[in-house]
């Protein structure tokens, strides 16, 4: 009867193996910050630059590489509703597209003037490039 009981046990982990992909999917976004050296945040004060073709986005960067504020280079570059220097004020997480919400929370946090950026990140809305401006 011993036997049985544990084989029942060995069972139980089975089910909750299962049950922890999804826990394994919330380590590896932890991981991710971690990686980076950032602590875990719940909300980010993002900004970004959308462009529908890659060729455009990828002028943006140059230019904000080249030493451009990322706020006038949005201003002239994004093509959405943010032309406020490209400000999407706080974000919790959640609340943004997959691909655009791990390149913010994988940022650190950096000014207009000496923005630390994204490489492009496509979305279903184009292309993006992102800065963030704080984390909390």
């Known amino acids: 009867m011993g036997k049985k009981q ?12 299962g049950g922890n992909t ?18 875990a945040a719940t909300a980010v004060n993002v900004r970004h630059i959308l462009c529908e073709k890659h ?3 990828t002028e943006a960067l140059q230019k904000i590489q080249e ?6 280079v949005a201003q002239e570059y ?12 706080w974000m919790v997480r959640g609340s943004m ?4 919400q791990d ?15 994204s490489p492009l990140v496509k979305t279903n809305f184009g292309y993006h ?7 909390r």
Do not use: W, Y
């Open 6 to 17: 544990s084989g029942s046990a060995e069972k139980k982990p089975a089910e909750k193996k």
């Open 22 to 39: 999804k826990n394994v999917d919330k380590g590896d976004q932890s991981e991710g910050k971690g990686k980076g050296g950032l602590k």
């Open 55 to 57: 060729s455009k986005a």
């Open 67 to 72: 030493g451009q504020r990322f706020d006038k």
């Open 78 to 89: 994004s093509e959405d509703k943010a032309k406020a220097g490209g400000s999407l004020g």
């Open 97 to 100: 597209v997959g691909a655009f």
């Open 103 to 117: 390149a913010a929370f994988a940022l650190t946090p950096s000014t207009v003037d000496k923005p630390i950026l």
């Open 129 to 135: 490039v992102i800065m963030v401006e704080g984390r």
